[in-house]
């Protein structure tokens, strides 16, 4: 049974000798392990920050780091979110996950000295970037429909976290093919990856607002539900 959030809310943090705004959920029971929750090109919205409740919920202390530093796109903004995600620095947007990955785990609620990553679109992509520049600091990976494609992958050198990823077969942001081919190299590397492809969905299927009308309630149960036993398993 889910239990109750104790604390959640707005939150600061020290990132690149300034400060970085976040929002941090804290489950009922004090303490647990510890989540970067990663946005979508959106921006820190309310749904992302529904995230963080929920991992919560599920005994997890979760910090969603506003990578935008204020700007939000709706979604009927589909060309400013797309302008928002295009000018993001990708050294700030690191900069500020590892600022938030420190906060994380510099914080007594957070258990073990690894956290955990999720991130959705963007996010996912992003997710994948900073498990590889931030190598043993992660335990766990799981993008949601989001990967560094071509001239975006990182060094995958640093990757020694786990990796659950959770894909559309319908996906004309990030095509099945080329997130079927980075899971196959990867795992020629080495890496422990594992990329589900869900059948008949699109892209931003766990999103419940449906910004996309791409939303798939029985896709999202099985991601949310396979997401949180790799998580436990990872970080325990």
């Known amino acids: 049974m889910m239990g109750t959030l104790r604390a959640m809310g707005d939150i600061e943090f020290a990132t690149n000798g300034t400060s970085g705004a976040g929002y941090l959920a804290i489950p009922d029971a004090g303490s647990g392990p510890g989540i970067l929750v990663v946005q979508e090109w959106w921006g820190l919205v309310p749904q992302i920050k529904g995230v963080c409740d929920r991992l919560a919920a599920e005994g997890f202390v979760a910090l969603a780091p506003d ?3 204020g700007d939000i796109a709706g979604h009927t903004e589909m060309d400013r979110a797309a302008e928002l995600m295009n ?4 050294d700030r947007a690191a900069r500020d996950m590892s600022a938030a990955i420190d906060f ?4 007594e609620a957070v258990d073990g000295q690894q956290v955990g990553v999720v991130g959705f ?3 996912g992509m992003l997710t994948l970037v900073i498990a590889a520049l931030e190598g043993e600091r992660i335990g766990a990976a799981v993008p949601f429909y989001g990967a560094p494609l ?24 990030f095509p099945a093919a080329a997130v079927l081919d980075l899971e196959s190299r990867l795992r020629e590397m080495g890496k422990d990856v594992s990329f589900t492809m869900y059948p008949g969905t699109g892209h931003a299927f766990a999103n419940e607002t449906n910004a996309l009308g791409t939303y798939d309630s029985d896709a ?6 396979r997401t949180l036993k790799f998580l436990r398993s990872s970080l325990n």
Not at 87 to 90: D, E, G, N, R, S
Not at 220 to 225: C, H, K, M, P, R
Request: proline share 7%; aromatic share 12%; glycine share 16%.
């Open 67 to 69: 990578l935008y530093h």
């Open 87 to 90: 000018a993001l620095p990708l």
């Open 104 to 107: 994380l785990l510099g914080q």
């Open 121 to 123: 679109c963007m996010g």
């Open 150 to 173: 071509g001239n975006g992958e990182p060094d995958w050198s640093g990757l020694t976290a786990p990796v659950l990823g959770h894909f559309a077969e319908g996906d004309a942001f």
């Open 220 to 225: 999202s149960v099985q991601a949310w539900l």
